[in-house]
């Protein structure tokens, strides 16, 4: 097929590749706030499918929930906000070396940073069905700037060169002209492609919900074990009032102590694990195996083709910001493109774009590698190193309320 020059008149034209949730923020976003652009959003799955019964867990920093409400997309009703993050090392006493016994533990809480919450936790489905919905009336109300792929998986793009009218041809059948194409699918680890930067860590994370007895309403725990770091996210109650959490159980893959448990061994384990805070757990789900990497592009910008979220980054769960960090780089990207006029202009915002990133980005990328490479050191010390930064940032006000800030927006 023959492409066509660019007309000088014609609208701009933005394609959206992956209705997740920081692809379809992207589309929403760009549908809100980009009326110069028309929009399509591209995704392998039918419109028939049904999203919402999807039960994957999704934690979200406070930034994250602000920028969805602002889309309209915030099913605030169903989601657990989270009023205090409790992160502790087990043992979880510290003897300083002046004798000093501390804990090395930090609890930052909601209310010390003056906000109602410091995050919320969702269902991938409950999460991602809502925002669908918000596009697809976008869609419906405005179907010549605004139009859905869906079911049409796009196999390839392809930049184009100035004769050609420019911007980058996408392929899904048949081939198409864009003036800039967002790629937002990004998958897990064990099935990406290598990017630039990567790095096999080693270690499978195992997922699941776990039922709580005695654990206290929207308080979201980390404990870093010798095996590596165990996580509970609390989730919506049942309908019983029972309290219920996301568990992200990370260890060792080349000498796994959780695969070869039973049910009841794995609850035994875990209870072993945790803060007496956390409550105690009564049953466990069947639980899930992915394997940990990172897997990082060097620039999220590469002529006219912008990755977003996993397809820019895909981090270890430990810091928790994978998503979240995904959203910021899809409204960062939308803000750059709304002073754009022509298409001589879109180089240039999609420049401030990769410059505007970085800092946050490369900021996360960095402390999540730190922490996630830490579990597979043996050295003497390393442990009660870690403990001691816990105690020191728990007893440093104004540092744990910096650290809180940046987890909550990213770097600013």
């Given at each position: 097929m023959?492409?066509?020059?660019?007309?000088?008149?014609?609208p701009?034209?933005?394609?959206?590749?992956?209705?997740?949730?920081?692809?379809?923020?992207l589309?929403?976003?760009?549908?809100?706030?980009?009326?110069?652009?028309?929009?399509?959003?591209?995704?392998?799955r039918s419109?028939?499918?049904?999203?919402?019964?999807?039960?994957?867990?999704?934690?979200?920093?406070?930034?994250s929930?602000?920028?969805?409400?602002?889309?309209?997309?915030?099913?605030?009703a169903?989601?657990?906000?989270?009023v205090?993050?409790?992160?502790?090392?087990?043992?979880?006493?510290l003897?300083?070396?002046?004798g000093?016994a501390?804990?090395?533990?930090?609890?930052i809480?909601?209310?010390d940073?003056?906000?109602?919450m410091?995050?919320?936790?969702?269902?991938?489905?409950t999460?991602?069905?809502?925002?669908?919905?918000a596009?697809f009336?976008?869609?419906?109300?405005?179907?010549?700037?605004l139009?859905?792929?869906?079911?049409t998986?796009?196999?390839?793009?392809?930049?184009?060169d100035?004769?050609a009218g420019?911007?980058v041809?996408?392929?899904?059948?048949?081939a198409?002209?864009?003036d800039?194409?967002?790629?937002?699918?990004g998958?897990?680890?064990?099935?990406?492609?290598?990017?630039?930067?990567?790095?096999d860590?080693?270690?499978?994370a195992w997922?699941g919900t776990?039922?709580?007895d005695?654990?206290?309403?929207?308080?979201?725990?980390?404990?870093?074990?010798?095996a590596?770091?165990?996580?509970l996210?609390?989730?919506?109650g049942?309908?019983?009032?029972?309290?219920?959490?996301?568990m992200?159980?990370?260890v060792?893959s080349?000498?796994?102590?959780?695969?070869?448990?039973?049910d009841?061994?794995?609850?035994?384990?875990?209870?072993s694990?945790l803060?007496?805070e956390?409550?105690?757990?009564?049953?466990?789900s069947?639980?899930k195996?992915?394997?940990?990497?990172?897997?990082?592009?060097?620039t999220?910008?590469?002529g006219?083709?912008?990755?977003?979220?996993?397809?820019?980054?895909t981090l270890?769960p430990?810091?928790?910001?994978g998503?979240?960090?995904?959203?910021?780089?899809?409204?960062t990207?939308?803000q750059?493109l709304?002073?754009?006029?022509?298409?001589?202009?879109?180089d240039?915002?999609?420049?401030?774009?990769?410059?505007a990133?970085a800092p946050?980005?490369?900021?996360?990328?960095?402390?999540?590698d730190?922490?996630?490479?830490?579990?597979?050191?043996?050295?003497?010390g390393v442990?009660?190193?870690?403990?001691?930064a816990?105690?020191?940032?728990?007893?440093?006000?104004?540092l744990?309320?910096?650290?809180a800030?940046?987890?909550?927006f990213?770097r600013?």
């Amino acid at each position: 097929m023959t492409l066509q020059p660019r007309l000088a008149d014609a609208p701009l034209r933005l394609a959206v590749i992956g209705a997740g949730p920081a692809g379809l923020a992207l589309a929403l976003r760009a549908a809100q706030a980009l009326p110069r652009w028309h929009v399509s959003l591209f995704d392998a799955r039918s419109t028939e499918h049904d999203v919402a019964r999807d039960p994957r867990t999704i934690a979200l920093s406070l930034g994250s929930v602000q920028l969805l409400r602002r889309l309209g997309a915030w099913p605030a009703a169903a989601a657990q906000p989270i009023v205090e993050v409790h992160v502790s090392q087990a043992p979880p006493t510290l003897t300083l070396p002046w004798g000093d016994a501390r804990a090395a533990e930090v609890r930052i809480r909601a209310a010390d940073e003056a906000v109602p919450m410091l995050g919320a936790v969702l269902p991938y489905g409950t999460l991602v069905a809502p925002m669908q919905a918000a596009w697809f009336a976008h869609a419906q109300r405005e179907p010549q700037r605004l139009a859905t792929r869906f079911g049409t998986p796009v196999a390839a793009i392809k930049p184009l060169d100035a004769a050609a009218g420019g911007g980058v041809e996408v392929d899904a059948g048949i081939a198409e002209r864009f003036d800039a194409a967002v790629v937002a699918e990004g998958g897990v680890f064990a099935q990406q492609a290598r990017k630039a930067l990567s790095h096999d860590y080693r270690q499978t994370a195992w997922v699941g919900t776990a039922t709580m007895d005695g654990a206290p309403e929207g308080v979201a725990f980390e404990r870093f074990t010798r095996a590596g770091p165990l996580a509970l996210l609390p989730l919506p109650g049942g309908v019983d009032g029972t309290r219920r959490a996301a568990m992200v159980w990370c260890v060792g893959s080349d000498d796994d102590p959780v695969r070869e448990l039973s049910d009841a061994q794995r609850v035994a384990v875990v209870n072993s694990l945790l803060p007496a805070e956390a409550g105690r757990l009564v049953a466990l789900s069947p639980l899930k195996a992915f394997a940990l990497g990172l897997n990082a592009e060097r620039t999220l910008v590469d002529g006219r083709t912008v990755r977003i979220g996993n397809a820019a980054q895909t981090l270890h769960p430990v810091a928790g910001q994978g998503l979240n960090l995904g959203l910021r780089d899809a409204y960062t990207l939308v803000q750059a493109l709304r002073d754009v006029a022509d298409a001589g202009a879109i180089d240039r915002a999609l420049a401030r774009v990769e410059w505007a990133r970085a800092p946050d980005r490369w900021s996360t990328i960095a402390v999540t590698d730190f922490l996630a490479r830490s579990f597979t050191w043996t050295w003497p010390g390393v442990a009660a190193a870690r403990g001691a930064a816990l105690a020191a940032l728990q007893a440093a006000r104004p540092l744990k309320s910096l650290f809180a800030r940046q987890m909550m927006f990213g770097r600013r």
